[in-house]
Antibody, heavy 123, light 113 residues
Framework: QVQLQESGPGLVKPSQTLSLTCTVS??????????WSWIRQPAGKGLEWIGR???????NYNPSLKSRVTISVDTSKNQFSLKLSSVTAADTAVYYC???????????????WGQGTLVTVSS | DIVMTQSPDSLAVSLGERATINCKSSQSVLYSSNNKNYLAWYQQKPGQPPKLLIYWASTRESGVPDRFSGSGSGTDFTLTISSLQAEDVAVYYCQQYYSTPLSFGQGTRLEIK
């Protein structure tokens, strides 16, 4: 059974960089065809896709955040990470990591999600 | 970018009755080469991550009760709960995975009348 777990600081100061890690257990992050995504949800609001990294290391980012986002993978630790720079209060949200299976148009949507971690941007 | 719009924003249905949630995409999510619609439905309960219910617009995820069904093609989709149970109270989201940026509808809150 695949499990995803987010970790990182729950409080980040404005203008600083938010850094989160998602640890994958129950399977290798680098074997098979998977996309590993970050998604966020402000309190009481909807879901916003931030970006993803493929098993090969290629990335896709939401254009609305692209200038501030970096997603990377550490296969030795079975983890992938999110860095979001120059944060403001608008970046306060629950951040989820999630998995898609496949590639190209042979694709299944988010089947496994982490429990989410709340990140608050405040001085 | 594909914009997903759900209706209604909230819905109250009596136990045992049918609940219907609509989702419209700003452009088609049907891939003609395989005739699949890249549209998924999720259920989110308070304090939990979303749970995948339906993918390819109408295929139920393993373990999802058969009272949940999805339909539609192209730009217009529907999630139907045939006989509402108390445990179905949640927020429901549609999502397109046809192209990046991946996008979700704004959510529909389903309550018991």
């Amino acid at each position: 059974q695949v499990q995803l777990q987010e970790s990182g600081p729950g409080l980040v100061k404005p203008s600083q960089t938010l850094s989160l890690t998602c640890t994958v257990s129950g399977g290798s992050i680098s074997s098979g065809s998977y996309y590993w995504s970050w998604i966020r949800q402000p309190a009481g609001k909807g879901l916003e896709w931030i970006g993803r990294i493929y098993t090969s290391g290629s990335t896709n980012y939401n254009p609305s955040l692209k200038s501030r986002v970096t997603i990377s993978v550490d296969t030795s630790k079975n983890q992938f990470s999110l860095k979001l720079s120059s944060v403001t209060a608008a970046d306060t949200a629950v951040y989820y990591c999630a998995r898609e299976i496949g590639s190209g148009y042979d694709l299944f949507p988010f089947d496994y999600w982490g429990q989410g971690t709340l990140v608050t941007v405040s001085s | 970018d594909i914009v997903m719009t759900q209706s209604p924003d909230s819905l109250a249905v009596s136990l045992g009755e049918r609940a219907t949630i609509n989702c419209k995409s700003s452009q088609s999510v049907l891939y003609s080469s395989n005739n699949k619609n890249y549209l998924a439905w999720y259920q989110q309960k308070p304090g939990q991550p979303p749970k995948l219910l339906i993918y390819w617009a109408s295929t139920r995820e393993s373990g999802v009760p058969d009272r949940f069904s999805g339909s539609g093609s192209g730009t217009d989709f529907t999630l139907t709960i045939s006989s509402l149970q108390a445990e179905d109270v949640a927020v429901y989201y549609c999502q397109q995975y046809y192209s990046t940026p991946l996008s979700f509808g704004q959510g529909t809150r389903l309550e018991i009348k």
